[in-house]
């Protein structure tokens, strides 16, 4: 199982599309820390509302909160929109569907057992992930300073605290992607779903569906409104066991699902 990991590290390093993920990840960060300093700049509001635009106080206020804000806050408000997530489940989906379409599946499954595949494969979207998460939460570190933005230093022990949470929830959306593309050898639906999953689409549809019919709000535990909700900076006892259990239970259903749609063919 770990030499079949060192192999996809081996090939992922190689990999196209994984440079060209983790480079749109990045112009995404500096678009969304631009419009942070725009929108936090006294100057630009005054421009805008002399130029007719409406500026009202709470635009006022949500540029003097920006200023106030620590690394973490701010690096929270860039990544807690699902962006990391999206492109976690992006990413792996290409990875996978390529086994498909080299043969590269075939050739390890005839001399391997189906586990061993998908073990190796959750281990590597442990790896993928971690990357894009350490990427995101650096850059959004990072990038504040190239506009002007000074928030205020956390330690270095909270901010790998919060990469680590943030890091397995990540993780377990990975897994995901995993089982979907092993389920429906389809690269294009993998990425439709990936893409509203991570953007919250799903959660808005399962919540709307829990208040039609006076269910519990099971959109609290998907893994996009944990990211939004749960995985914030400073985190207490209720967050961190909230992660764990998400993320355990999310893990096992995508490892089943996974193990399960392995076809015969694949051996």
């Keep these: 199982m770990f030499n079949l990991l060192r192999m996809d590290c081996r090939r ?51 540029s003097e909160w920006i ?33 498909f379409t080299s043969g590269y599946i075939k050739n390890i499954c005839f001399t391997r057992p189906r586990y061993a595949y998908v073990l190796s494969k959750a281990l590597l979207a442990a790896v993928y992930s971690g990357l894009l998460t350490a990427a995101g939460v650096l850059l959004s570190l990072a990038f504040p300073l190239l506009f002007g933005l000074r928030p205020t230093a956390d330690s270095i022990g909270h901010i790998l605290q919060y990469t ?5 929830v990540h993780w377990a959306f990975g897994l995901m992607a995993l089982a979907l593309a092993l389920l429906t050898r389809s690269s294009t639906l993998g990425i439709i779903f990936s893409v509203l999953s991570g953007g919250g689409v799903i959660a808005t549809l399962v919540q709307m569906v829990c208040q039609q019919l006076h269910w519990p709000a099971l959109e609290n535990y998907l893994l996009c409104v944990v990211v ?40």
């Design 67 to 99: 200023h106030t804000m620590s690394q973490l806050e701010f690096a929270e408000e860039c990544i807690n929109s699902g962006l990391l997530l999206m492109m976690i489940g992006v990413g792996m989906t290409l990875f996978v569907n390529s086994d």
């Design 12 to 62: 992922l390093f190689k990999s196209r599309n994984f440079y060209i993920t983790l480079a749109i990840t990045t112009i995404l960060l500096l678009l969304v820390v631009l419009l942070a300093s725009v929108v936090s700049d006294p100057n630009t509001l005054d421009a805008m509302q002399s130029n007719g635009a409406e500026v009202d106080d709470i635009d006022r206020q949500m």
């Design 228 to 267: 939004s909700r749960q995985c914030v900076p400073f985190l207490g006892m209720p967050q961190i066991r909230t992660i764990l259990l998400c993320t355990a239970g999310w893990s096992l259903v995508y490892l089943t699902i996974s193990l399960l749609t392995m076809k015969k063919q694949d051996i």
């Design 164 to 168: 680590f949470w943030l890091w397995l």
